[in-house]
């Protein structure tokens, strides 16, 4: 079996697309960085009935150009995958339009917008981001429930209490640039945390009574997903309980 295609960064983990029979297919194994190693899928079938379920999960139209457009550029149309035009990653173009555009105006001196704002409300950021992170939409439509429904940021963001759909500080790119690799170190984040949590002589906005620091480390905790070997940043800002059970 030719393993054609690794989906995945591999910082987590990667998981293989293979072709056989004139259809895709998800590999029953995947790479985890934790492990150094291998194991089974996660949402693969536990126990396999044939050799082919052993081998790995037959992808729908759907579903295979939902993995390709998300994990790399230009191959994908509306739900057809152009294997000939497949850039591997995640480039320019994937997210800007006019990226090629926008490359040789630079290259010229000149500035040609590149098709996405910088600044926009939530709700904007939350949907263009969504389209393969998740939207709250999306994850009720497919009925992701418990914890498995921590890696989808925007989901959880909107559900935060203090989430607002007109605040560009509440939309993604506010706390994070899509150019680089998103921090690890919470103690980076809480400039962005007090842009909302800070008083002021004009207002004056609840402010944490426990800590002033570090926020992220409380009010967005690392939540395991059982057989993912890896801890996802839960983006549902809130006050966390002690024994509480995960909020939907």
């Known amino acids: 079996m030719n393993l054609q295609w690794a989906l995945g ?26 492990l150094k190693g291998l194991d089974v899928t996660v949402g693969a079938e536990v ?17 295979a150009a939902a993995c390709f457009g998300c994990h790399s550029t230009k191959g994908v149309e509306g739900f057809k995958i152009f294997f000939d035009r497949v850039e591997a990653g995640i480039q320019c173009e994937r997210c800007h339009t006019s ?13 040609v ?11 904007e950021m939350t949907e263009f981001c969504g389209s393969c992170h998740r939207t ?3 994850v009720k439509e497919l009925g992701i429930r418990g914890v498995a429904n921590v890696r989808f ?27 680089t690799e998103a921090g690890t170190d919470t103690a980076m984040y809480d400039a962005k945390c007090n ?19 570090n926020c992220a480390g409380c009010h967005m ?10 801890a996802f940043t839960d983006h549902m800002i809130r006050v966390v309980r002690r024994n509480r059970p995960y909020p939907e």
């Open 9 to 34: 960064l591999g910082k987590s983990g990667q998981t293989w697309v293979y072709e056989r029979d004139g259809k895709l297919w998800e590999s029953r194994m995947s790479y985890y960085a934790r």
């Open 47 to 63: 126990r396999p009935s044939s050799l082919a379920q052993a081998m790995g999960t037959p992808l729908n139209q759907r579903a």
């Open 99 to 111: 990226a090629g555009a926008h490359a040789a105006a630079a290259a010229a001196g000149k500035l």
């Open 113 to 123: 917008a590149s098709g996405v704002p910088r600044k926009a409300p939530a709700e």
């Open 136 to 138: 709250w939409q999306q």
């Open 153 to 179: 940021q925007p989901y959880r963001l909107v559900m935060s209490p203090c989430y607002s759909p007109e605040d560009e500080r509440m939309g993604c790119t506010a706390c994070h640039d899509p150019h």
């Open 195 to 213: 842009a909302c949590h800070v008083k002021t002589r004009a207002k004056a906005i609840k402010t944490c009574r426990v800590g002033k620091a």
């Open 221 to 230: 905790p690392k939540i395991e997903i059982p057989g993912a070997h890896a």
